[in-house]
């Protein structure tokens, strides 16, 4: 955290979390405690922790999803949400719909696009299924502050992928 600080990072992003944290309800609950003190060190520090999703955040640990238990078990304060869309358009949920209910939490955002279903490929953005423009839109309303795009593998090489994802982005008046 000290060099953190001293590089004046704005933001600190748990990325994964292990299977075994993530199971049960309890083990889901623990985790939201060392979130919350995490959180804690950080904010005092003039960081803001953020937890990141993939697609097993919106399936259910006994009977109730996994980000709607984590959700609850940490404060709004100390852990914000970095949301990646493409992980939540896997998981056949709606990217808008989740930033909308996440709200102030979400103040970065992986921005990924992918083509249909659980087992769809990544691709580039605006390639796929994402709603990009409506993503776009609502973190533009909710002060969203980076819209990251995180190119996880691409059929094409790694570069030209990058700039398909920037011509969109310059399409719709995003960059």
Known sequence: LDRLAAMTVKYATLAWVP???????AAVTALGAVLN????????????????????EFRPVEGTLYLDRLLA???ASRVGIMLDVGWVQRAGQD??????RLGPRVRTIHLKDTTAGPNGEWTEIGAGVVDVAGVL???ATLGVEWALVEQDTCAGPPLDSAKKSLAHLKKIGAA
Do not use: M
């Open 73 to 75: 078990a940490t404060d």
């Open 37 to 56: 003190a995490f959180g804690e060190k950080t904010n005092a520090r003039g960081i803001r922790f953020q937890y990141h999703n993939h697609d097993f």
């Open 137 to 139: 839109k609502t973190c």
């Open 95 to 100: 990217p808008v719909s989740w930033l909308t």
């Open 19 to 25: 299977e075994d944290r993530r199971t049960t309800a």
